[in-house]
C-alpha cells in the first residue's frame, strides 16, 4: 500500500502565498511522476502542475509564472510553491504520483485534497 499525506493549505488573501508539500510512502519502488491537481465543486478535476523524475515540469496555462513544483526525491516529497494567489485558485489540491510498487506494479495514487481558499 501507499499512502500520500498533503499539507499546507489554508486561507490567505489574494496576492498572498502558500505553499502546499505532499509525501509519498509505504511499498514504492520508484516515483516517477507526482504532481499537483484542483477541482471545484460541481467541476471537473483539472491538472495544476506535474513533475517528473528528471525534474522536467508542465503547468496549466493558469498559474504559469505564478506557481512552482518541486520534488525532493530522497524524501517522495512534491511541493507546490503558490505566489500571487486569486480567489479563482479557491480549490481543493490534490496530489497525485504515478510509481513503481515494490511488487513492480505501476499504479496511479491519490492524496485526500487540502483545501485552498483564497479570499478577495
Known amino acids: 500500500q501507499v499512502q500520500l499525506v498533503e499539507s499546507g493549505g489554508g486561507l490567505v488573501q489574494a496576492g498572498g502565498s502558500l505553499r502546499l508539500s505532499c509525501a509519498a510512502s509505504?511499498?514504492?519502488?520508484?516515483?516517477?511522476?507526482m504532481g499537483w491537481y484542483r477541482q471545484v465543486p460541481g467541476k471537473q478535476r483539472e491538472l495544476v502542475a506535474t513533475i517528473t523524475s528528471r525534474g522536467t515540469t508542465n503547468y496549466a496555462d493558469s498559474v504559469k509564472g505564478r506557481f512552482t513544483i518541486s520534488r525532493d526525491n530522497a524524501k517522495n516529497t512534491v511541493y507546490l510553491q503558490m505566489s500571487s494567489l486569486k480567489p479563482d485558485d479557491t480549490a481543493v489540491y490534490y496530489c497525485n504520483t504515478n510509481l513503481m510498487t515494490r511488487d513492480f506494479y505501476a499504479m496511479d495514487y491519490w492524496g485526500k485534497g487540502t483545501l485552498v481558499t483564497v479570499s478577495s
Open positions: 509505504g511499498s514504492i519502488f520508484s516515483i516517477n511522476r
